[in-house]
C-alpha cells in the first residue's frame, strides 16, 4: 500500500512540474527534460507512468478508505467520553474489526489493508477485533 501510494506521489510531483513546463511555454519534450531534471524517475515510476497511460493501473480503494472514517469517528466519540487513552483506542480498534467483518460479507474485500480475499479479511477482522476488546477492557 505505501508503495502504491508512494509512486503515485511521484508520478504527481512529475506530472506537476510537466504542465508548469508546457505553462511556461515549453515543448512537450522540454518540459518531459525539465521534469526529469527536478525529480528523477526510478524504473518503478517510469512503469507505473506507462500503467497510469495505458489504463492497467489499479484504482485507488476509494470505498475502502473511506470506510476507515467510522472507526476513525468512532475512536474521536470515545475519547470524548470518560473512557480513558486506552480504552479510547480499543474502542476504536474494536470498530475496525466490526468493519472488517462487515467488509468479509458484503465485498470479500479490503483493498486499502491490500487484503484481497474473504478469509483474509475475516482473519484480519478476528484479530482486529480480540486485540480491540483486550484494549477496551484494560484497567489503567
Known sequence: ???SMKLRLNAAKRVGAFKRGIEAGLSPEQARLASDQLYPPSQEDLEFEAALRSGSAKPIPVASAIALLYPVAA?????????GLVGALGYGVT?????????????GTFLVFGLK??????????IVFTIGVALSNVRV
Open 75 to 83: 475512536t474521536a466519540y470515545a475519547f470524548g467520553t470518560a473512557s
Open 1 to 3: 500500500m505505501l508503495k
Open 95 to 107: 470498530s475496525l474489526g466490526y468493519l472488517l467483518f462487515f467488509a468479509a460479507v458484503i465485498s
Open 117 to 126: 480475499k474473504r478469509s483474509h479479511v475475516l482473519v484480519a477482522g478476528a
